[in-house]
C-alpha cells in the first residue's frame, strides 16, 4: 500500500534552517510529483511548492521563494523539504503529498505531518 | 491570486445532508477537489475532479461544480462525519498555483 513516512518533530530557533523528509513507499517514486503543503495550529491548509522525482525539477510558491528547496534522493525514494531564515510564523504541519493520476493536482495520498517548531 | 471561499462552519443533525460550498470566480471551469480533515490528522481525498469519489469513500459524500460555487453534499451525516472539509483547485495562471479555500468545520448535532 502507498505510504508517506514523514521525518520526527523539529524545534528550531529563529533564522535557522530545517530539513524534513518524506519517504515513499507502495509505488514507484519517480513516477508521480511530490508536494508540500503546511498548516499552522488551528489554520488552513497553505500550499508551497511541487518536485518531480523523475527529474528534480520543482516549482515553489512565490511567498517561499527564496527560503525552501525541494530536493529528492531516488536511491532511497525520498523526498525533502528545507526551509530557511525560519521566523515565529513559520511554525506550522509540514505534509507532503502525492499527486495523483490526474490533470488536475489532486493529491491522494499524505504524509503524516512533521510538526516545527520556531522558537528562541 | 485565485481566491476559494466556504463557511467557516455548518451543523446538521444526524441522519440529514450537509452541503458546503466553495466559492470562486467562475470556479465551474476548473476541477475541484474536497478533502476531510480531523483533529491531529492528515486530510484525507474525498471527492475530486468536482464529483468522482476515490475507492473506499462512500456514496454519501457527493460533490458538484456550476458557475462560481462548488459543493460538496454529505447525505445521512454520521457522528463520523465530523470534521474540517478543504476545497482545492489548481490554477498554473496564477501564484500559488495550488489554492485551498479556508476550511469549513461540520458539526454534526
Known amino acids: 500500500q502507498v505510504q508517506l513516512v514523514q521525518s520526527g518533530a523539529e524545534v528550531k530557533k529563529p533564522g535557522a534552517s530545517v530539513k524534513v523528509s518524506c519517504k515513499a513507499s507502495?509505488?514507484?517514486?519517480?513516477?508521480?510529483?511530490i508536494n508540500w503543503v503546511r498548516q499552522a495550529t488551528g489554520q488552513g491548509l497553505e500550499w508551497m511548492g511541487w518536485?518531480?522525482?523523475?527529474?528534480?525539477?520543482?516549482g515553489y510558491a512565490q511567498k517561499f521563494q527564496g527560503r525552501v528547496t525541494m530536493t529528492r534522493n531516488t536511491s532511497i525514494s525520498t523526498a525533502y523539504m528545507e526551509l530557511s531564515s525560519l521566523r515565529s510564523e513559520d511554525t506550522a504541519v509540514y505534509y507532503c503529498?502525492?499527486?495523483?493520476?490526474?490533470?488536475?493536482?489532486?493529491?491522494?495520498?499524505w504524509g503524516q505531518g512533521t510538526l516545527v517548531t520556531v522558537s528562541s | 491570486s485565485y481566491v476559494l471561499t466556504q463557511p467557516p462552519s455548518v451543523s446538521v443533525a444526524p441522519g440529514q445532508t450537509a452541503r458546503i460550498t466553495c466559492g470562486g470566480n467562475?470556479?465551474?471551469?476548473?476541477?475541484v477537489h474536497w478533502y476531510q480533515q480531523k483533529p491531529g490528522q492528515a486530510p484525507v481525498l474525498v471527492v475530486y475532479?468536482?464529483?468522482d469519489r476515490p475507492s473506499g469513500i462512500p456514496e454519501r459524500f457527493s460533490g458538484s461544480n456550476s458557475g462560481n460555487t462548488a459543493t460538496l453534499t454529505i447525505s445521512r451525516v454520521e457522528a463520523g462525519d465530523e470534521a474540517d472539509y478543504y476545497c482545492?483547485?489548481?490554477?498554473?495562471?496564477?501564484?500559488?498555483?495550488?489554492?485551498f479555500g479556508g476550511g469549513t468545520k461540520l458539526t454534526v448535532l
Open positions: 503529498a502525492r499527486v495523483g493520476i490526474s490533470s488536475s493536482w489532486l493529491f491522494d495520498y
Open positions: 507502495g509505488y514507484t517514486f519517480t513516477s508521480y510529483d
Open positions: 518536485m518531480n522525482p523523475n527529474s528534480g525539477n520543482t
Open positions: 467562475n470556479i465551474g471551469s476548473k476541477s
Open positions: 475532479d468536482d464529483s
Open positions: 482545492q483547485v489548481w490554477d498554473s495562471s496564477s501564484d500559488p498555483h495550488v489554492v
